[in-house]
């Protein structure tokens, strides 16, 4: 079946540090892959998206490519902040008429000053 | 522009009482998906709204129910709690179905407790 794994946390960084969360998925066909984020208190945001193979998603600094070789979306920063730190997921969606979104297990992030 | 609006914030309940959750989905959209996510998890797909007619259902017993208004609001039914059923559950919406995933929103969600 389709599924998503995220690298555990929480990771926990220097304000100012290299970001990396790692997400790989297994899913037939061509999916859909996005990142949202969680902050405390708050819904879902989609933080960026990629619906095929080699194109990077990237908003607010965040980055990731779509990797079918290794099946992978890895979310990167290169200096995070403070108010990055939230929970991040990485998520799947399979065809063109579908509102079903599966997730990874979301992977907490705490930036210190 | 109002974005996706959830009631109540936060519902406890006891086991085997049912419950009723509410969705306002964001102005101009009209497909609502709900999400169950267990603490420390990622959400889980529950079902989803079009037209008034369930299109999609994940992974969920039949305790689990919904409706969709001519408004585009939506509610989900709960029977029968389960201590397992506590979680934050979340609403989702977008325009149309087709490529429906691609632009969801998500609502704040509503904090169940089940004692």
């Known amino acids: 079946g389709n599924s998503v794994t995220q690298m555990e946390g929480p990771v926990t960084l220097s304000e100012e540090a290299f970001l990396t969360i790692n997400c790989t998925y297994t899913?037939?066909?061509?999916?859909?892959l996005f990142w949202y984020v969680q902050y405390p208190g708050e819904g879902l945001q989609l933080l960026l998206k990629?619906?095929?193979?080699?194109d990077k998603g990237s908003n607010k600094g965040f980055e990731a490519t779509y990797r079918k070789e290794t099946t992978s979306f890895h979310l990167e920063k290169g200096s995070v902040q403070v108010s990055d730190s939230a929970v991040y997921f990485c998520?799947?969606?399979?065809?063109?008429?579908?509102?079903?979104?599966?997730f990874g297990q979301g992977t907490t992030l705490q930036v210190k000053p | 522009d109002a974005g996706v609006t959830q009631s109540p914030t936060h519902l406890i309940k006891t086991r085997g009482q049912q419950v009723t959750l509410r969705c306002s989905p964001k102005?101009?959209?009209?497909?609502v998906s709900w999400y169950q996510q267990a603490l420390g998890q990622g959400p889980q797909f529950i079902f989803q709204?079009?037209?008034?007619?369930?299109?999609q259902r994940g992974n969920f017993p039949d305790r689990f129910s919904g409706h969709q208004f001519p408004n585009y609001s939506s509610e989900l039914n709960v029977n029968a709690l389960l201590l397992g059923d506590s979680a934050l559950y979340l609403c989702?919406?977008?325009?149309?179905?087709?490529?429906?995933?691609?632009?969801?929103?998500f609502g704040p969600g509503t904090r169940l407790t089940v004692t």
């Open positions: 899913a037939t066909g061509y999916p859909s």
């Open positions: 102005s101009g959209h009209d497909t």
């Open positions: 990629a619906t095929k193979a080699d």
């Open positions: 709204y079009y037209e008034e007619e369930e299109r």
């Open positions: 998520a799947l969606s399979r065809g063109s008429n579908t509102g079903k979104l599966i």
């Open positions: 989702a919406s977008s325009l149309g179905l087709a490529g429906g995933a691609h632009e969801q929103y």
